[in-house]
């Protein structure tokens, strides 16, 4: 089950201890069913009320108790920005490859793989995007559990559907849906065969909801459909340990403890993890002339210092009607102030119907040009102005930011999914200016 809303006051128990949160108070001398009462601060305790963030966890061991944490390889991860020379070329990848469960079992932790970023985690200011490759098959009983200390994650599940585990309780998320795991949040994920996502990590900024200024009270990602976890517990413990790995300061750490991390057996707060199914994001578009900008298609935003400008958004291209008279419709010819990480859940993106697959992913970087290739442009400069539909069967989506992202060794090598003939794409375009045009009849 689920409860709905975004930035709700939640409570819930599991239902094997009713009445296990106090009543009328957060931290009693003793907890009901002998639990230790535990708070999970996502802001500072000085934090203006809209803006507070935390929840109360009525745990059977507090998190306290583990052995001491030891650093472990890292793998793909990394926030070294500075590991191959800077590329102001546009970026496209092929769908990246998902290890086949014959040959190699892959476990969500090991089959991340860092693209691209930019910032630092110690200053907790900056972004990372990560894609994920895994084939491990579910396990029975959890053995391997995840924390972020410094960033929020929020994950696109691309092919294959993946079960979180975390404190607050289980959430399945599929393809078209995502889920946001908050900084501090001890979660684990587990797969049922092949899977490939992406990933990305804001580093001390909240996910948000777009202001909808002149829009009005509704529309783009309404609250209601947001769903948060119910309390569900175990109370188990494992003689070889469980295992707790820690992103810290842009490095993994590990730690054993006797006893699982999802022992809470009720909470409350607002201070939660969520998913959210795209299709249930109610698009607005242009129903006159020309093309709106992509920012009318916002889900989250992770908000700068800066009024108006994002450290991160997380922006869809669902399928709409196309109604814009006297227009070229696709996405125009653009160089932009911020960087634009596009991914494909499924289906064709309308400005490059071919070379963007799902499961790859794209880098325009700050005003690096982009827009549609020949042949998107020489379709629709001649296409009947005719409502149609857009993007049916499609969903891509957009990670933008003010950052300037730096591709990683990985990303532009060790990956071999860099598609070097991208730019191929707009070679052929052609002049079509006529110095003695005069205007026609409209």
Not at 89 to 100: G, V
Not at 151 to 169: D, K, M, N, S, Y
Request: glycine content about 8%.
């Amino acid at each position: 089950g689920y409860m709905s809303g975004f930035g709700n006051e939640f409570s819930s128990e599991d239902p094997r201890c009713p009445g296990s949160l106090p009543e009328g108070q957060n931290n009693p001398q003793v907890c009901p069913y002998g639990l230790y009462a535990e708070q999970l601060s996502g802001s500072a305790f000085t934090c203006p009320r809209p803006a507070n963030k935390r929840s109360w966890l009525y745990r059977i061991l507090p998190s306290v108790k583990h052995k001491p944490f030891t650093s472990v390889p890292c793998g793909d991860l990394t926030e070294n920005w500075n590991e191959v020379e800077p590329d102001p070329n546009q970026l496209r990848w092929l769908p990246f490859t998902i290890p086949k469960t014959s040959e190699k079992k892959v476990d969500f932790v090991a089959g991340l793989h860092t693209l691209c970023g930019a910032g630092d985690a110690k200053s907790r200011n900056g972004i990372g995007v990560h894609v994920y490759t895994s084939c491990l098959l579910v396990q029975i009983f959890f053995s391997l559990c995840f924390s972020l200390s410094c960033l929020f994650v929020c994950a696109v599940p691309q092919q294959g559907e993946i079960l979180i585990t975390t404190e607050f309780g289980k959430m399945m998320v599929e393809p078209n849906e995502i889920c946001v795991i908050q900084q501090g949040m001890r979660f684990s994920v587990d797969v049922f065969g092949e899977t490939r996502g992406y990933i990305l990590e804001v580093y001390g900024a909240h996910f948000e909801l777009p202001d909808l200024g002149p829009i009005g009270a509704n529309g783009l990602a309404n609250p209601r459909d947001f769903l948060c976890p119910v309390a569900w517990y175990e109370d188990r413990k494992v003689p070889t340990g469980y295992t707790v790995i820690n992103k810290y300061q842009g490095k993994l750490f590990a730690c054993q403890q006797d006893f699982s991390p999802f022992n809470v057996v009720a909470w409350h707060g607002n201070y939660t993890p969520y998913k959210y199914n795209l299709k249930n994001f109610m698009v607005i578009n242009c129903v006159a002339f020309d093309h709106a900008d992509p920012s009318i298609f916002t889900v989250l935003t992770a908000k700068s210092t800066r009024p108006g400008v994002a450290i991160a958004d997380f922006v869809i291209f669902p399928p709409r009607w196309g109604v814009a008279d006297h227009t070229f419709r696709p996405p125009y010819y653009h160089r932009n102030c911020m960087s634009e990480f596009m991914g494909l859940i499924k289906g064709h993106y309308e400005a490059k119907e071919e070379g963007f697959q799902p499961g790859g992913a794209s880098l325009h970087s700050i005003m690096t040009p982009h827009g549609p290739d020949v042949d998107c442009f020489e379709k629709n400069s001649t296409a009947e102005l005719k409502p149609e539909r857009v993007a049916e069967g499609t969903m891509a989506f957009m990670f933008e930011s003010s950052f300037s992202m730096a591709v990683t060794k990985w990303g532009l090598h060790t990956c071999q999914k860099l598609d070097k003939n991208y730019y191929q794409c707009w070679e052929p375009l052609r002049s079509h200016f006529n110095p003695n045009w005069k205007p026609g009849k409209q």
